[in-house]
């Protein structure tokens, strides 16, 4: 995926060194330990596995007692409340509180998924789940067994109280090979998505209707496709001075794109761009670059050549993975593949609060913030789900997947207090391998 134009392969016979255990499936040697059998060879790499296995199992069983801690000591919502009533806490702060009390104490349960086609229902491992704005719907990315990824929108209108079950909707109509990142939802009418199609890369913008099963005969076609070689992220502007216009981040440029005039922009860069998010005050785009350098862009300007229109640069030490703007416009957080997640101060440059805890190597993973219940959410390569608390950066409870750990099980979360509209359930949904998970608030 680094280098698509260039294939570099090595052949060589495989030999017996002493000491050593050579594993055909990840084509490497492996240096044996005291103990070993000819039939389980005892790695370095197989000890950590086990003993995180463990580590998992033994958080599970725990969370099954619901042996829950608090999220900081001397933080219960007795004591918040009399603060409360003494005026020592403004609305907002008891509110942020007593979500951090709240999402320490959720206990996980299965979803049950409905579809009208049951025979895709459960067939296929999830990748992505992104909600809309209402948090009424979440948008689906499925692998399908011949190595492709398949669409859909789940309606949360069933996730209630009593009563989990969501209803499933797949569009088989389009597919991808992969897709690389997805926009969220605009208001309920359209969504956009990247991936990897027939052609080296496309951008395409698809009505949610798509995924309606009223007048199946009936159904529209994409509203708009674009082909975009050798991409690695996208972002879509909501600002209405450029509100027809997304971006995608490509190997050393940035590409902006009108979808109603097709007029392109491109900005070359220094370094492959992994990350992307627009500013809704102003049309500024933000880059998260491989190289670990962040730079905005005002989309209103004419390309350029150099590096003179780079307003804002800040630099990580990895390579940046994941961007995120506050409400709160000065503020942008960032993560890397050195599991980094830092807080910018756009007016000083400078890094005001790191997040600690976060596992990243060399994956792409996203990060999800929640300001009005005051918390940051990220799923690491360890396949652990993270949540802190934003005013300080506080970590405030650490949930282990249901499934082991595996490149193909890192959940994909979204966390929201409204999960199915303005009146909906709080909590936190996971989606690995073929489940759907709640985390609900008590």
């Known amino acids: 995926q680094s280098y698509p134009s260039v294939v570099f392969l090595l052949s060589f016979a495989t030999l017996e060194l002493p000491g050593f255990y050579y594993d055909s499936e990840k084509n490497r040697y ?24 463990c580590k998992r199992l ?26 409360r009533q003494l005026g020592l806490l403004s609305s907002t702060s008891y509110c942020r509180l007593v979500h951090e009390l709240k999402v320490n104490c959720m206990q996980r349960r299965k979803i049950e998924i409905h579809s009208p086609d049951s025979s895709v229902t459960g067939t296929n491992n999830f990748k992505i789940i992104v909600a809309d704005v209402a948090c009424e719907r979440i948008f689906t990315v499925n692998d399908v ?7 859909g929108i789940i309606s949360l209108s069933g996730l209630g109280q009593e009563s989990l ?16 990142s997805v926009f969220s939802l605009t208001h309920g009418s359209t969504l956009c998505l990247m991936g990897i199609a027939e052609t080296p890369g496309c951008a395409s913008l698809l009505p949610a209707s798509l995924f309606s099963n009223s007048n199946p005969g009936d159904r529209p076609g994409m509203l708009c496709s ?33 979808v109603v005039t097709g007029h392109r922009q491109t900005f070359g860069t220094n370094s492959d761009v992994l990350a992307q998010r627009f500013a809704t005050q102003s049309p500024v785009l933000y880059n998260g670059c491989r190289s670990g350098e962040i730079f905005s862009i005002d989309v209103r300007q004419r390309s350029r050549k150099g590096q003179g229109w780079k307003a804002v640069r800040l630099f990580h030490d990895s390579a940046v993975t994941s961007l995120r703007l506050l409400q709160a416009k000065h503020y942008l957080m960032a993560a890397d593949m050195a599991g980094e997640i830092k807080l910018w101060d756009l007016r000083t440059t400078q890094c005001v609060k790191q997040y600690k805890g976060h596992h990243n190597e060399y994956a792409v993973l996203p990060l999800h913030v929640n300001e009005e219940e005051g918390l940051l959410t990220a799923v690491g390569q360890d396949c652990y789900t993270r949540l802190w608390s934003l005013r300080d950066a506080h970590l405030l409870r650490t949930i282990p997947s249901p499934h082991p750990a595996a490149k193909d099980a890192i959940p994909s979360v979204v966390l929201s207090s409204r999960l199915g509209g303005s009146r909906g359930v709080p909590g936190l949904l996971m989606a690995v391998k073929q489940d759907l998970y709640h985390f609900s608030y008590n």
């Open 226 to 258: 674009f082909k975009i070689s050798t991409a690695w992220s996208c972002a879509w502007c909501l600002n209405p001075q450029a509100d027809n216009c997304f971006s995608t981040g490509l190997t050393r440029r940035v590409l902006v794109t009108n």
């Open 30 to 53: 492996f240096r044996l330990l005291p103990g070993h059998n000819n039939c389980n060879p005892l790695t370095k790499e197989s000890i950590q596995y086990k003993a995180m296995e």
């Open 145 to 151: 067994e011949h190595g492709g990824c398949k669409y």
């Open 58 to 83: 033994r958080l599970l069983e725990e969370e099954e007692k619901q042996k829950k801690k608090t999220a900081r000591p001397g933080l219960n919502s007795s004591m918040l409340l009399h603060k």
């Open 165 to 180: 079950t969501v209803e499933m909707y797949d569009n088989l109509y389009f597919t991808n090979r992969k897709v690389l």
